[in-house]
């Protein structure tokens, strides 16, 4: 991440999770107190703006998820 983020950026405690796209999109909802519609705009300007923030940096960690994260990336 760029050395302004890094900051606001934590190691995970405990053990890690794996889930799609779609559970990721209700977590921010109910973090948020918003509906999966408002939820999953939210999220894909976050990532949207990151991944044009650090251009490629993102590569990596785009090549971890699972393949319906796509279209949280490309903001479809």
């Known amino acids: 991440l760029p050395r302004d983020l890094r900051p606001y950026v ?8 794996r889930f799609g796209a779609e559970e990721f999109v209700r977590r921010v909802g109910q973090r948020e107190g918003v509906d999966e519609h408002e ?19 993102l590569d990596y960690v785009r090549a971890q998820l699972s393949p319906d994260y796509a279209s949280l990336f490309d903001g479809h």
């Open 10 to 17: 934590r190691a995970p405690s405990g053990a890690t999770e």
């Open 39 to 57: 939820a999953q705009a939210h999220a894909r300007a976050v990532l949207c703006t990151l991944a044009d923030a650090v251009a490629g940096d």
